[in-house]
């Protein structure tokens, strides 16, 4: 009998995929920094029985239809916005993510950018690296304090309750904004909930932490960035497309707000030309929320683990 055929679409660790080699026929797209080709997607889609997938794959209706052996996409992230679940599900493909491995580790890089954009860390290396320290100087690159501020979070499911955490260690006071009420996580926190719109206008640091769903996508626009303090901070760990890029590259030109951190963009990766990399106070980051190297090994092993389970008719550990 054929063994199943599984199509990895990122070259990843030999290791971590063995487990898969040892029982399947394992092909592996061979470039870890260049996306598989749509139409090599679409090829290997027609004969894989699981395909193990990238947030940069679009897992749609076309790619679906071609998927007769088709049993599980695995996708390498929390996030699915790349995949047509619905249609998958009618088609009986189960669908799978890596949700609570990668809860700390993207927390720790929302805060981190948070920190590094409100103390302007990068601004500070680059200042150096060009040569233009000449002497310390009471006010150079004076940032802004994080300490006793208030974080206003758009979206708390685990990761922005494990931001919230962090920001208790500084002080902070919590406000969230949530579809559905968190009675836990403003118990267990001390996070009160807010209107959007008074969310935006009491934090000093705005983050945004919610998965991209058609109530999300452009959730900001220059109505929400008018609504913020100006010297507010917003940063975005979530989904480049809730935000209009336009509308804060104007917010932080007008000085609506004071600054951006970002570690995801309406298109990945952004182009070189975007007029948001030519503002001072913006620091961008390339999609690296969850980029731990224990932390991504534990997502590619959850991601195999799915596949197995679903080969082997058991229930997956991490169905949507
Ligand atoms: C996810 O898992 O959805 C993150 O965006 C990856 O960093």
């Not at 009986?92 to 491995?101: I, L, S, Y």
């Not at 996580?185 to 206008?201: N, P, V, W, Y």
């Not at 690296?288 to 590619?300: A, C, L, P």
């Amino acid at each position: 009998m054929m063994k199943p055929f599984i199509y990895i679409t990122r070259k990843l660790p030999e290791t971590l995929i063995q487990p898969l080699q040892d029982r399947y026929e394992v092909e592996m797209w061979d470039q870890d920094d260049v996306q598989v080709p749509r139409e090599v997607l679409l090829e290997k889609a027609g004969k894989a029985s699981a395909l193990l997938t990238m947030l940069s794959d679009r897992i749609d209706g076309e790619l679906l239809d071609q998927g007769e052996h088709l049993k599980v996409v695995a996708n390498l992230a929390v996030g699915f916005d790349n995949i047509d679940v619905a249609y998958a599900k009618e088609k009986g493909v189960a669908v799978c993510n890596t949700p609570d491995v990668l809860t700390e580790t993207t927390a720790d890089l929302a805060f981190g950018l948070m920190m590094a954009t409100a103390r302007r860390i990068v601004e500070g290396d680059r200042y150096i690296r060009e040569g233009e320290w000449k002497s310390w100087s009471p006010l150079l690159l004076a940032g802004a304090d994080i300490h006793h501020k208030t974080l206003g979070i758009v979206g708390m499911g685990s990761i922005g309750e494990a931001v919230a955490r962090r920001a208790k260690g500084f002080s902070m006071d919590v406000l969230y904004h949530n579809r559905n009420r968190r009675p836990e996580a403003e118990e267990a926190l001390g996070a009160a909930f807010r209107s959007l719109d008074e969310l935006l206008k009491e934090s000093d640091f705005v983050v945004v932490l919610a998965p991209l769903t058609e109530e999300t996508k452009g959730l900001f626009q220059k109505e929400q960035f008018d609504m913020m303090k100006d010297s507010a901070i917003f940063i975005n760990a979530a989904r480049g497309p809730i935000v209009d890029e336009d509308a804060l590259v104007e917010a932080i030109r007008e000085g609506m707000i004071a600054g951006a951190g970002l570690d995801v963009f309406t298109q990945e990766p952004i182009s070189m030309d975007h007029p948001l990399l030519s503002l001072d106070r913006v620091v961008v980051l390339p999609h690296i929320g969850s980029s731990s190297v224990d932390t991504r090994y534990d997502m590619v092993r959850l991601c195999t683990d799915n596949i197995q389970a679903v080969l082997e008719g058991k229930e997956p550990r991490t169905a949507l």
